[in-house]
């Protein structure tokens, strides 16, 4: 069965994100000053071919750790469907 695995990596909370701050920057000068702490991160979607949803998210875990995030920056969430 083929399951789509979405992730989705963002900064750590911790770290700063000048990506974020320099959108967040721009908008302020569009006269878009209610929006406030711009985080910037990414988003990839898998097909998986896999047994059950849980064996389509630990696929997902496992691409994740070995190679889409860095751990020391990063971090991610996967929703399975």
């Known amino acids: 069965m083929i399951f789509t695995a979405h992730i989705t990596i ?3 909370k911790e770290l ?4 974020g701050k320099a959108v967040n920057e721009s908008l ?5 000053q209610q929006i406030q702490n711009v985080r910037i991160g990414k988003h990839i979607t ?12 630990q696929i997902a875990d496992e691409a994740c750790k070995k ?14 469907e």
């Open 28 to 32: 302020h000068k569009l006269a878009l």
């Open 67 to 80: 190679m889409l995030y860095n751990m020391v920056m990063e971090s991610y969430s996967i929703v399975v």
């Open 16 to 19: 700063l994100d000048p990506q």
């Open 46 to 57: 898998l097909s998986i071919d896999a047994d059950s949803k849980e064996a389509a998210h």
């Open 10 to 12: 963002m900064p750590l």
